[in-house]
């Protein structure tokens, strides 16, 4: 499955973005989607994951409360509404999917199979 993440940009701190992660190739109605971002110099960071369902969601802790993860099985699309947006947020965002054998999502980014290109969100201060 190929995943092509978008909507990123540069935006002041306290704005919103939405970001989509869209599926080709094969759906992903059936995989848990998750959400990592990697700021330069850091590692990558779990942000927002996703039950196959959509019924469970998590998220990590410098996000919960701002951001929700949501996704529209009829069109393939997992979306990151990312509210309050924080110099911190500044990263590039990848979407991920795991494999259609779990029915939940994973905090960890070794258990995603399958990863968007990324899409580059910058907030300034």
């Known amino acids: 499955v190929q995943l092509q993440a978008s909507g990123g940009g540069l935006v002041q701190a306290g704005d919103s973005l939405r970001l989509s992660c869209t599926a080709s190739?094969?759906?992903?109605?059936?995989?848990?989607m998750g959400w990592f971002r990697q700021a330069p110099g850091k590692e990558r960071e779990f942000v927002a994951v996703i039950s196959q369902s959509g019924d469970s969601r998590g998220y990590g802790e410098s996000v919960t409360g701002r951001f929700t993860i949501s996704r529209e099985h009829a069109e393939n699309t997992v979306y990151l509404q990312m509210n309050s947006l924080k110099p911190e947020d500044t990263a590039v965002y990848f979407c991920a999917a795991r494999p259609p054998s779990y029915s939940l999502g994973s905090v960890f980014a070794s258990d995603f199979d399958s990863w968007g290109q990324g899409t580059q969100v910058t907030v300034s201060s």
């Open positions: 190739g094969r759906t992903v109605t059936r995989r848990p």
